[in-house]
């Protein structure tokens, strides 16, 4: 153990640090590729983190159109991490590239406009200081 403070919550407070970086419309330079978190690490944690959201609506915890809209995200992260299989209807279109881009011009927008994904606060101020 590298701390007092349990795995969890470090890693999550290194979270929150993007959240209010995000927040602020800052984002600092990424650290040197450390060659801790292999692919197949990354693919894991995603579907980790899909059945907890599925446990969670389920439970009804969080609300189904939060859910979804996680899951969604996820798949951006998983697309990008290893490319999801194929999507297809029965007529042969390919389901799932109009929706990937779909859900990225989303984040784009997000990501490039004053909204911020914390509830009550707007991007470029300081969520401590609100």
């Not at 995200?73 to 297809?88: C, N, Q």
């Not at 929706?99 to 401590?128: C, F, K, N, W, Y």
Request: charged share 25%.
């Amino acid at each position: 153990m590298t701390s007092q403070v349990p795995l969890d919550s470090r890693l999550y407070g290194a979270g929150q640090r993007l959240l209010v970086e995000f927040a602020q419309g800052k984002e600092r330079p990424p650290a040197a590729r450390r060659d801790v978190v292999q692919e197949q690490d990354a693919v894991d944690a995603v579907v980790m983190v899909l059945a907890t959201i599925q446990e969670q609506m389920h439970a009804s915890r969080i609300r189904p159109e939060v859910g979804s809209r996680m899951a969604a995200l996820l798949m951006l992260i998983r697309d990008f991490i290893r490319p999801l299989p194929e999507g297809t209807a029965a007529d042969g279109r390919d389901l799932l590239t109009a929706d990937l881009a779909e859900m990225v011009d989303v984040v784009r927008l997000i990501g490039g406009s004053r909204i911020s994904p914390i509830p009550g606060h707007q991007r470029g101020t300081d969520p401590a200081q609100v």
